[in-house]
T-cell receptor, first 110, second 116 residues
Framework: SQTIHQWPATLVQPVGSPLSLECTVEGTSNPNLYWYRQAAGRGLQLLFY??????ISSEVPQNLSASRPQDRQFILSSKKLLLSDSGFYLC?????????FGQGTRLTVV | AQKITQTQPGMFVQEKEAVTLDCTYD???????LFWYKQPSSGEMIFLIY??????QNATEGRYSLNFQKARKSANLVISASQLGDSAMYFCAMSLRRAGSYQLTFGKGTKLSVIP
């Protein structure tokens, strides 16, 4: 069966520090992978998606970047965090009729 | 532009009663998918139900059913026999095929509270 792992679960980082969130998928090959952000009490905003190794599409210009170094690995990064980067980050894997989410990372930038 | 609208920020329902959560969508695509997710306070997104645009019958999954009215572009979620554990945020989402991938667009959500 397909599973998706995301870590860490929570993170408190100072402004200006770097960020690296990792997501890995098991049980499938060449998945479409996604990073979403959810601000407190809001819906999900698509940040990046990837259809294959090294292929990244950005939906929203921002302080963040994404990379896909391996088929089943998707990384969200920042060189210098801003206060506005705080939120709940979710990695997702999607097929035509199914979309699976990781457990999420609650990021607080202080 | 693709859009999902959930007009109910919050809903209350008595335990064991049925409740309908509203969702309307806007797209010019002929092929699309509609999803409902439950998000408890822990934050995880739990898949509930899926409806394809070409599916003629309404989707059902246990106590969840999706009332799909294509002409009205609505995809309401019906939860029968509400339970206390149903209290959570509920998100409607639409998937469209774009540039070799599927784009999932979410509504702003409805917070459901089940009253004992």
């Amino acid at each position: 069966s397909q599973t998706i792992h995301q870590w860490p679960a929570t993170l408190v980082q100072p402004v200006g520090s770097p960020l690296s969130l990792e997501c890995t998928v098991e049980g499938t090959s060449n998945p479409n992978l996604y990073w979403y952000r959810q601000a407190a009490g809001r819906g999900l905003q698509l940040l990046f998606y990837s259809v294959g190794i090294g292929q990244i599409s950005s939906e929203v210009p921002q302080n963040l970047s994404a990379s896909r170094p391996q088929d089943r690995q998707f990384i969200l990064s920042s060189k210098k965090l801003l206060l506005s980067d705080s939120g709940f980050y979710l990695c997702a894997w999607m097929k035509p009729t199914e979309a699976f989410f990781g457990q999420g990372t609650r990021l607080t930038v202080v | 532009a693709q859009k999902i609208t959930q007009t109910q920020p919050g809903m209350f329902v008595q335990e064991k009663e049925a409740v309908t959560l509203d969702c309307t969508y806007d797209t010019s695509d002929q092929s699309y998918g509609l999803f409902w997710y439950k998000q408890p306070s822990s934050g995880e997104m739990i898949f509930l139900i899926y409806q394809g645009s070409y599916d003629e019958q309404n989707a059902t999954e246990g106590r969840y059913s999706l009332n799909f009215q294509k002409a009205r572009k609505s995809a309401n979620l019906v939860i029968s026999a509400s339970q206390l554990g149903d209290s959570a945020m509920y998100f409607c989402a639409m998937s469209l095929r774009r540039a070799g991938s599927y784009q999932l667009t979410f509504g702003k959500g409805t917070k459901l509270s089940v009253i004992p």
